[in-house]
């Protein structure tokens, strides 16, 4: 009889702990999923800002001009970061390096670099996912002490 009943506990408590690290994993998926569903939100909504900032003729190059960094990085190369290279490629400003967690499978205009990578001499690093701006920030602020400034802040701003 106590057996019957030990193997009945046992075999609830591991239906239990099966459920609950099933919901766990369950969790952090889902999780995942919208960060990433947020960050393409992000995107799409930066890019509407900057398609209504180009339609009433700004430029982001103005940014870099009146700030006189002449020598930037782009940090990220997803769609902002090749859209950003390319509207800033007859400005003058020139873009030194593309610095990108994924470089060796980034084919582009300019030099991308690993973010292992030492940071070249630049006057300011432009962060292209809006999203992640913050955690980006901090992993390059421990690696340099060039200004840090997210593209969204640079549209902003002209």
Known sequence: MRTGFTVLLSG???AVAGA???GK???KLVNARKKKSDGQAAT???FNQWLSAKQAGKCLADYFIQNHYKKIMV???GYIGERFVDELEES???IVAAMDRDASSIFADVPVIGVDVEIPEVDCIVVTPVFYFDEIYHMLRQK???PIVSIKDVLEKV
Do not use: C, D, R, W
């Open 20 to 22: 609950f690290l099933t």
């Open 12 to 14: 609830i408590a591991g």
């Open 75 to 77: 940090y990220g190369m």
């Open 44 to 46: 799409m909504h930066f």
């Open 25 to 27: 994993k369950v969790s």
């Open 144 to 146: 340099t002490e060039y």
């Open 92 to 94: 003058g400003i020139e």
